[in-house]
């Protein structure tokens, strides 16, 4: 993966749904991030930020972004 320090929105929506994966809680997924390689790590933790952030100004809302990773 690229070390892009710019990711857009509907990037880092791509970027993290590779590491979403079910729960030991039935029916639950989330994002495991050690699922990751090494040299993703910052990319993964910079697409978090960027999905947080961007919920949090009101660009998504949780559930649209939950339905866009799979998690919902």
């Not at 070390?3 to 929506?13: Q, R």
């Amino acid at each position: 993966m690229t070390t892009t320090t710019h990711l857009s929105l509907d990037e880092a929506i791509a970027f993290l749904k590779k590491y979403v994966k079910f729960s030991e809680v039935k029916n639950q997924k989330h994002i495991d991030l050690s699922l990751s390689l090494a040299e993703d790590r910052p990319v993964a933790q910079k697409a978090l930020i960027k999905t947080r952030t961007a919920v949090e100004k009101g660009e998504i809302t949780e559930d649209q972004l939950k339905e866009r990773l799979g998690i919902d």
